[in-house]
């Protein structure tokens, strides 16, 4: 079977897009699609699987799709490199999940560690989970071999995804012969930025919870958060000794600080060892780091903002984007349909 290099990501439209999203997947797309050498670069809007646990709520999902768009293009995913596609507008992918979820047990769905994970989180379900939710992983799946991608870059929360899609792969192959490709993962190189902490510092940056610096916030709401953040709560006066662990300000220094902003902002250092070395020792205060982390932070989102409120002035040729990627995905999403049915005898008329 071709072995092509076919990339594909997504993400679900239910808000603007956040530093979790830029350090877990974004950076990585950008990294990927600046290298090149693929033979294709897919990018979803999963609009129907941000359904599973907005059903109802259609006018949201649909105005984020513009708003995750928006987003995606400030930070300079280029749609001459990459096919953008809704995925709503895509309906084979509700035709392969519907064979796909034959050779998935409800049990195996259950056990499925994001799932619980979520499925938690969902108060909204009161234990009566809608059978949409609970196998989204089956359309994920669809999503991925519709278009034979073969490289998922995701963050660590979506492994179990992959891992579901290529049991599926296994069992559809066994069964029908080598039809689909068996997709790989690929993580985020940062340890940080699997689940880059929330500015509250207790969990994963996360709307619902509200911790979140977004690509599109100006100016002052990032200072505010910046400045807002927990660091060591022991660390009162400047002369005490600090902790570096478990502190947000140094955890975003880990994942956002480069020796060039050091240069530039606090000349004084020579990276971000020294600092935290003065920061364990006393007599560093958290205004300096805090402040450190601002200019930081200003200076990564200032040209997203910049180039985000060009392509907002325009929004009929931001869906245009959309419309050509979407066209062109359904093209090979359909192909890729009659091969899989005619594979498993599915073809009547010809
Ligand atoms: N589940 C992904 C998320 O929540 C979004 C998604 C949908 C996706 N379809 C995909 C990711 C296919 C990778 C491949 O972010």
Do not use: W
């Not at 999940?97 to 009161?126: A, D, G, H, W």
């Not at 969990?203 to 958060?225: G, T, V």
């Not at 060039?260 to 020792?281: C, G, Q, S, V, W």
């Not at 997203?304 to 984007?321: G, L, Q, T």
């Amino acid at each position: 079977m071709e072995n092509k290099k076919i990339i594909l990501t997504g993400d679900r439209p239910t808000g603007h897009l956040h530093l979790g999203h830029f350090v877990g997947s974004i950076k990585r797309r950008i990294e990927l699609q600046n290298k090149g050498g693929y033979d294709e670069f897919y990018v979803m809007l999963a609009d129907a699987q941000a359904l599973t646990d907005n059903f109802g709520n259609v006018q949201k999902v649909k105005d984020n799709v513009l708003q995750v768009m928006l987003d995606y293009l400030a930070v300079g995913l280029d749609p001459n490199k990459i096919t953008f596609l809704i995925q709503s507008e895509v309906s084979e992918l509700t035709e392969f999940t519907f064979y796909y979820m034959n050779l998935v047990t409800l049990s195996r769905l259950e056990r499925n560690p994001t799932i619980k994970e979520e499925l938690k989180q969902k108060t909204q379900f009161n234990e009566s989970i809608p059978m949409g939710f609970l196998t989204y992983p089956v359309s994920q799946t669809a999503d991925i071999t519709a278009f034979n991608a073969t490289i998922i870059p995701v963050g660590d929360d979506q492994l179990p995804m992959i891992e579901q899609a290529r049991e599926i792969v296994r069992s559809f192959n066994n069964l029908y012969g080598e039809t689909l490709v068996e997709p790989k993962a690929i993580l985020p190189e940062n340890e940080n930025c699997f689940r880059l902490i929330g500015t509250d510092g207790k969990a994963k940056m996360s709307k619902s919870l509200n911790n979140c610096i977004y690509l599109s916030d100006e100016p002052d709401e990032i200072k505010q958060k910046v400045f807002s953040m927990y660091t060591d709560p022991d660390h009162i006066h400047l002369e005490d000794p600090g902790k570096v662990e478990g502190n947000t300000v140094f955890t975003y220094l880990d994942v956002f600080s480069s020796p060039e902003d050091f240069e530039k902002y606090l000349p004084e250092y020579k990276n971000l060892d020294e600092l935290k070395a003065h920061y364990i020792r006393g007599g560093l205060g958290d205004m300096k780091i805090k402040k450190f982390l601002n200019n930081i932070l200003q200076d990564l989102l200032a040209p997203i903002r910049e180039r985000r409120k060009e392509f907002e002035k325009n929004p009929d040729a931001v869906f245009e984007i959309l419309k050509k990627g979407t066209q062109k995905a359904r093209k090979v999403a359909y192909k890729n349909l009659i091969k899989l049915k005619t594979n498993m005898g599915i073809n009547y008329f010809n």
